[in-house]
């Protein structure tokens, strides 16, 4: 079955650095990312082989003391062979952090952008749409 675009789902939990030493959670993060996108999936479904967009927004628990483009490679790894044939598809990734002191309104928040903006932080919600200029129109 062909995937409907955008897709997007929330994952539980603090991500994973891919400078992190342990390859264990390395690997225990991209299971996370990977179960948690069946819920926005098809099944079964193929991988897409558009041009793609990415939007990865992090809202922690408290202030991070990490660079927030470490988070990154991991989540589109996780996502490769599975919704999309590789990472290389991905044309645009927009990437921010929404540390609790500081709090935005977003004008309108998809339900599931919604859904991760009320739950009890860490959380990842993650969108990938097969528009990467969708924001630039």
């Keep these: 079955m062909e995937l409907s675009f955008p897709i997007e789902f929330v994952v539980v939990g603090t991500p994973v650095s891919h400078q992190a030493k342990r ?42 003391a990490g660079d927030i483009d470490n988070i990154v490679k991991l989540v589109l790894d996780a996502c490769a062979r599975h919704i999309y ?14 540390e609790p002191e500081r709090l935005f309104a977003f004008s309108n928040p998809s339900e599931r952008l919604r859904e991760a903006g009320s739950m009890s932080a860490p959380v990842l919600y993650v969108r990938i749409s097969n528009d990467p200029f969708e924001d630039l129109l």
């Design 85 to 98: 044939v590789d990472d290389a598809q991905v044309e645009r990734l927009v990437v921010q952090k929404f």
């Design 23 to 64: 390859a264990k959670s390395k690997a225990e993060w991209k299971d996370i990312v990977r179960t948690a996108s069946l819920t926005a999936l098809p099944n079964p479904h193929f991988a897409s082989v558009d041009r793609l967009a990415v939007t990865l927004y992090y809202f922690p628990a408290d202030a991070i």
